[in-house]
DNA sequence: ACTAATTTTTAGATTTGTCTAAATTTTAAT
DNA sequence: ATTAAAATTTAGACAAATCTAAAAATTAGT
């Protein structure tokens, strides 16, 4: 039986990371684009990579990457099942708004309680996704892919329904709230400007002209 | 203007129980008993004494001890604050029991973030005693000395209210529980044996025999 | 008041997580 | 295919928080 039940929080950044960075399903994610994401530098990856191959979290190949064993994505996907469940109750419970809730979330999903979390699932009364659109994982490990898309890859006239943001920061998201656009909301695409991409679209009381830039950065799903 | 808003974890547990060893009120705690109390080495608080002292958080007199200045024993307060605050939260959003949420609450109570800590507040209605019956310091700092005492210092015959326990430990709170003695019962004392000090007291529905230590762990105000 | 016992501190070592700088490997370019 | 550039690893250092063992100071006993 091998004794994976102490990970310390700074193992659990890096695990979660390598997640976000697709290294699930075999992908061997670059130890510079970890160091780059968690804003430290390339010989402290490597020496937490060394760590958790030990443990059987990861699978490191030198000079290649790391990416995460069996045991490492179901320790993940617990991570992240805490971060988007907080997440989740600051804004329900707490009237935190979207902008605010990640940082404090951040230091939430440490805490090392089953209870804890499986009963702020159940005052939550088991949401499905966070308030950024993203899908919660279950106490089970069942991760639901979603089956959103950025806003700058929909068709002109369709109709969709924002969902989440790609980008979660603070500057974005509140260009987000000053211009209305809140999740599900309706969106329409009306035209697309060939010379820079920009979108002209229409919400539910009016219409605004958005940058490629904003339009990739927003999640929505087009209804049928 | 002194740096003092970078505390660690471990520097906030010492702060704590320092405090609780009465370390406020210049009275200075001996590093044994700090020691003792953490289950740590003596020698790892004199270290910790010292770089306490250089923040402005503890007065360190070698070989006498040490005791929280006014700035630590604000920054205790916060911390007790917060821990209270969330052992309410626990018992009363999430239904924990007695015993259950110490181990949860010594881990959130170090979560940083100030809105969070006045909105869980603001959520649970401000309230002014935790689950043990021990007031929760306000947000300006202000500390309510409760007028409690021991079970096992009340008169003969006299009735008083159940607000709360000295040890804290599990063992403890399932007596507590298994003899239907919970906060808020209201006891009469009708016998104190001098022989092994123990007392006869009678409770809502029943009689019951408890020993002196019992008696002595168990906080209850008299009515007037 | 003078030992003896206890308490506290110091000095040096350990672990975790990080860093810098140098060495090595891989990748890309001509 | 050889070399230059980029990425990665190694080696050695450092800070935080702890420990052990030895030294120093305080307290207590007679």
Redesign the interface.
Request: proline share 4%; aromatic share 8%.
């Given at each position: 039986m091998p004794k994976l039940f102490l990970v310390t929080r700074s193992e659990e950044n890096y695990i979660k990371t390598i997640f976000h960075l697709g290294g699930s399903s075999s992908t061997l994610i670059a130890t510079n684009a970890i160091a780059e994401q968690m804003e430290t530098k390339p010989s402290s990856v490597t020496d937490m990579a060394k760590k958790l191959a030990d443990k059987g979290i990861v699978y490191y190949k030198k000079y290649q990457g790391v990416c995460l064993t069996d045991i490492g994505v179901k320790k993940a996907l617990s991570i992240i099942r805490k971060h988007r469940l907080w997440e989740v109750f600051?804004v329900e419970?707490?009237?935190?708004t979207w902008d605010?809730v990640h940082?404090?979330a951040e230091?939430?999903e440490h805490?090392?309680?089953e209870?804890?979390i499986d009963?702020?699932d159940a005052?939550l009364e088991f949401p499905k996704y966070d308030p950024h659109g993203d899908p919660i994982p279950g106490k089970d490990g069942t991760f639901l892919k979603q089956d959103k898309q950025l806003l700058s890859e929909v068709p002109l006239n369709k109709v969709a329904v924002c969902v989440g943001v790609k980008d979660t920061s603070p500057t974005f998201l509140k260009f987000l709230d000053k211009n209305k656009i809140a999740l599900g909301d309706t969106i329409e695409v009306l035209e697309k400007e060939e010379f820079d991409h920009s979108l002209l679209i229409k919400l539910a009381n009016h219409e605004l002209s958005i940058s490629h830039q904003i339009a990739s950065n927003l999640y929505v799903k087009i209804n049928y």
């Amino acid at each position: 039986m091998p004794k994976l039940f102490l990970v310390t929080r700074s193992e659990e950044n890096y695990i979660k990371t390598i997640f976000h960075l697709g290294g699930s399903s075999s992908t061997l994610i670059a130890t510079n684009a970890i160091a780059e994401q968690m804003e430290t530098k390339p010989s402290s990856v490597t020496d937490m990579a060394k760590k958790l191959a030990d443990k059987g979290i990861v699978y490191y190949k030198k000079y290649q990457g790391v990416c995460l064993t069996d045991i490492g994505v179901k320790k993940a996907l617990s991570i992240i099942r805490k971060h988007r469940l907080w997440e989740v109750f600051l804004v329900e419970k707490l009237d935190f708004t979207w902008d605010e809730v990640h940082e404090v979330a951040e230091q939430l999903e440490h805490i090392k309680s089953e209870k804890l979390i499986d009963r702020i699932d159940a005052l939550l009364e088991f949401p499905k996704y966070d308030p950024h659109g993203d899908p919660i994982p279950g106490k089970d490990g069942t991760f639901l892919k979603q089956d959103k898309q950025l806003l700058s890859e929909v068709p002109l006239n369709k109709v969709a329904v924002c969902v989440g943001v790609k980008d979660t920061s603070p500057t974005f998201l509140k260009f987000l709230d000053k211009n209305k656009i809140a999740l599900g909301d309706t969106i329409e695409v009306l035209e697309k400007e060939e010379f820079d991409h920009s979108l002209l679209i229409k919400l539910a009381n009016h219409e605004l002209s958005i940058s490629h830039q904003i339009a990739s950065n927003l999640y929505v799903k087009i209804n049928y």
